[in-house]
């Protein structure tokens, strides 16, 4: 596949603008870049991918294929567009998002202000082609795909009835009260197709929104520190920190991350943290048994919620609709193509919603956190 146009004119057009010294020092540094995006996209096929969905001949799995890419390429270029009419903003927003490999590049490079003015008064085909470059590599990246259409997955595993709910992007929502989990979605503002219930909270109070541990959420752009007394009980439990472009999954440090200045030191552009119960798989490797003894309840029976990323990088909300413990979770959701996933508040709180309706079938506890995904919509099941 060519994205380049065969028309030497243009070509020629392209590179041989009269610039001074400083410009033609500019393009020098983003000749690697050019060279690196438009390499890749000959050596890898685009593909993506929905979430895997074994043992369920009802389930609907999207693969846009080709076709698709090529539309959402389209659709990129239009964004971009967009973004060179005012190119010094274009810019740095593709340098400062960037997650692939060429991190590195950029972080190393020099690019003030007075370098992003320069770069502004370049003509403008050479001023997209770092925000198209950017837009590329992140749909190409290996690790994580946010772009994916959220759809609702009903599936058994080795007899394990589970709701998964997967694509789109990850978000958290942190309530004012306690609510039924369709509450909590509609009052957040956040247009989230989907959400599960999240975190644990305080039971002291039946309209408390108090957490277990310190929250930081999408919904409010609110820092919440943990209680002093509380944290020291979580230690090494997993703290999922979300930002726009990245998750990550990194034992709780009680003296380091009850500040929000502690979670930006392990990701800068996060946007929600929270501590969750516990990890049910690692690396694509479920938990055995023995790890949950520091887990009160994790050896009982009972409906479990969840949320992860599955091999294709894909984000997954869910719940079991067969009570089992947390270690048999575990062997499950392997066995579904989780490649890591964190227990959630569970029992009782365990719900589901999507599309503003509820997926379980009872009234669970009213519960004032939740992790969201927004996005667009399959249109099927």
């Known amino acids: 596949m060519r994205l380049i146009p065969k028309n030497t004119a243009f070509g020629y057009k392209f590179l041989t603008f009269p610039l001074e010294n400083k410009s033609k020092k500019v393009i020098t540094k983003l000749l690697p870049v050019i060279i690196y995006v ?27 294929g080709l076709n698709g890419q090529i539309s959402n390429l389209l659709k990129t270029t239009i964004n971009v567009s967009k973004l060179a009419s005012n190119s010094q903003q274009g810019v740095k927003v593709a340098m400062q998002t960037f997650t692939s490999p060429l991190s590195s590049y950029f972080n190393g490079s020099n690019f003030d202000n007075s370098t992003l003015d320069l770069f502004a008064s370049i003509p403008s085909p050479l001023q997209a082609v770092v925000p198209v470059g950017k837009a590329i590599v992140l ?8 772009s994916n259409p959220i759809q609702r997955i009903d599936t058994t595993v080795t007899n394990i009835p589970l709701t998964l709910i997967s694509g789109g992007k990850p978000i958290t929502i942190h309530a004012d009260s306690r609510y039924q989990l369709e509450e909590v979605v509609d009052k ?10 999240g975190g644990f909270f305080s039971l002291k109070f039946l309209d408390s929104n108090v957490m277990i541990g310190p929250v930081y959420s999408y919904s409010t752009n609110e820092f919440v520190p943990g209680n002093k007394g509380e944290n020291k009980k979580l230690a090494g439990r997993p703290l999922v920190l979300i930002s726009s472009v990245s998750v990550k999954y990194i034992p709780f440090e009680p003296n380091k991350h009850n ?13 929600d943290a929270f501590v969750g119960a516990a990890w049910l798989v690692e690396n694509g490797e479920p938990k055995p048994a023995n790890y949950f003894d520091f887990l009160q309840g994790a050896d009982g029976v009972r409906f479990r919620a969840f949320w992860g990323i599955n091999k294709e990088g894909v984000p997954v909300i869910g719940v079991s609709n067969k009570k089992l413990d947390s270690a048999n979770l575990a062997k499950v959701l392997t066995e579904a193509g989780i490649q890591d996933a964190v227990m959630l508040d569970s029992g009782a709180s365990t719900s589901l919603v999507y599309k503003g309706q509820s997926l379980v079938g009872y009234t669970p506890r009213p519960v004032p956190h939740a992790v969201a995904l927004i996005g667009s919509e399959s249109g099927c099941n």
């Open 38 to 64: 438009f390499s890749f996209l000959q050596l890898f096929p685009i593909t993506q991918t929905a979430a895997r969905t074994p043992n369920n001949s009802n389930s609907c799995i999207q693969n846009s």
């Open 139 to 146: 749909s190409l990246q290996p690790g994580l795909n946010f």
């Open 188 to 197: 957040s503002g956040t247009n989230a197709v989907a959400a599960v219930d």
């Open 259 to 271: 500040t929000l200045k502690g979670i930006k030191a392990e990701m800068p552009g996060v946007t």
